[in-house]
């Protein structure tokens, strides 16, 4: 009886090995092949500016200090969709400006590909010389320090959209802002741009700003402050945490915040103030506003000489209060003027201060101080006597 070949038991153990073999290089191909893939998953970044405002998580910068910047809602004639940005050297009913206006993407990590493409163009084709530069940071949004590669330079000619481009490959692996800088123009009119994409780029997991706050210490008189006001800010971030956060006093410069601050003269006093994330994320600008008035006032009273009386509504003592009293008048003869220092005017009480002998005759003006206090008052001197104050 003819029978069918069978296999040796060593021939069946080296197919099965060569089986096995087959598998793990197929598996070791295929996650090869995945990995692969997986680096070169690139994101794209993209800003049309349909929104309100300016976008999330980047930044306005109006470096000239006119109070103009990027407005990022501009809704005359934009590229695509109904809104473009857009930043002026001249503005309709204000005349002339000087831009130095930068606008800056949050950030994000360019590779060996990547490519930064724009639209630009004027508002119109009678004024259309704006100056427009691009610039790279790798280190922070501080303006003009941290941006020290320019990597485009623009001044447009009409109101026809035009796309710009520009290669980023030198910066591959490295984290990135890309600002958008309007200077070096005067007396034109206003420049636009629109549909930004930045190709083959790495987004950051976080992408939501911190969230600062503002907190005021201070004695108060009903909306005001008396003295001296201890500023704090807050800054929280819950996922990559906070990296650092800026402020600017009353107009003077956005310089970094390291611990409260405190502020003493009398005034009104806004503060604006931002924070970064370790991610790049930049929260929008924030501001406070505060008044400190002087807790000493001052009533005027006439006599045998001039008499003040000095009060203090604050709930400490105020020290060393230097005071003077000066008599104004075309024929003041002798005292026109009295100083002094008191050396405690107690909390919530009053101090009284006299000018000393005065000789004239006719209408007089006073003019008295307590420390940041000061009060006039008219009246009519007759001899050493003084009437109507």
Request: with cysteine; proline share 4%; charged share 15%.
């Amino acid at each position: 009886m003819n029978q069918k070949p069978t296999l040796k038991g060593a021939e069946v153990l080296l197919i099965t090995i060569l089986m096995v073999l087959s598998t793990m290089v197929v598996s070791a191909s295929t996650t090869i092949q995945q990995e692969k893939n997986q680096a070169t998953a690139f994101d794209i970044f993209q800003e049309g500016f349909e929104g309100v405002g300016v976008p999330t998580g980047w930044l306005n910068v109006d470096s000239d200090g006119d109070s103009y910047e990027w407005e990022c809602d501009w809704t005359y004639t934009p590229n695509s969709g109904l809104e473009c940005a857009a930043s002026a050297s001249y503005i309709n009913d204000i005349g002339p400006l000087t831009p130095d206006n930068w606008l800056i993407t949050p950030p994000m990590t360019t590779s060996a590909t990547s490519t930064l493409t724009y639209w630009v163009a004027a508002q119109d084709p009678s004024w259309p010389a704006d100056h427009l530069e691009v610039w790279i940071s790798t280190t922070g949004t501080t303006v003009p320090g941290d941006f020290t590669d320019q990597v485009d330079d623009y001044i447009e000619s009409d109101d026809i959209w035009k796309l710009r481009t520009v290669d980023l490959s030198n910066y591959d692996g490295q984290a990135v802002h890309i600002a958008f800088r309007h200077c070096e123009s005067t007396n034109w009119y206003w420049i636009k741009i629109d549909d930004i994409e930045v190709t083959d780029v790495t987004l950051p997991d976080d992408i939501t700003p911190p969230e600062t706050t503002c907190e005021l210490i201070g004695e108060m008189s009903g909306d005001d402050y008396i003295g001296d006001v201890t500023v704090t800010l807050i800054a929280t971030d819950g996922e990559s945490g906070v990296n650092y956060t800026m402020y600017d006093l009353d107009g003077t410069g956005f310089v970094e915040y390291n611990a409260p601050f405190i502020v003493s003269d009398i005034g009104d006093h806004a503060i604006e103030f931002y924070s970064v994330d370790n991610a790049g994320n930049i929260e929008d600008t924030q501001s406070c506003t505060f008044s400190i008035i002087c807790p000493l006032s001052i009533e005027i009273t006439g006599g045998m000489g001039v008499t003040i009386t000095i009060m203090n509504s604050a709930s400490t003592d105020m020290i060393d209060v230097d005071w003077s009293i000066t008599v104004d008048g075309i024929f003041v003869i002798f005292g026109k003027e009295a100083t002094g220092t008191i050396a405690a005017i107690p909390a919530g009480g009053t101090t009284v201060v006299k000018s000393g002998f005065v000789l004239g005759i006719g209408p007089v003006t006073i003019e008295a101080t307590a420390g940041c206090a000061e009060a006039t008052s008219s009246g009519l001197l007759l001899l050493f006597f003084f009437l109507g104050l």
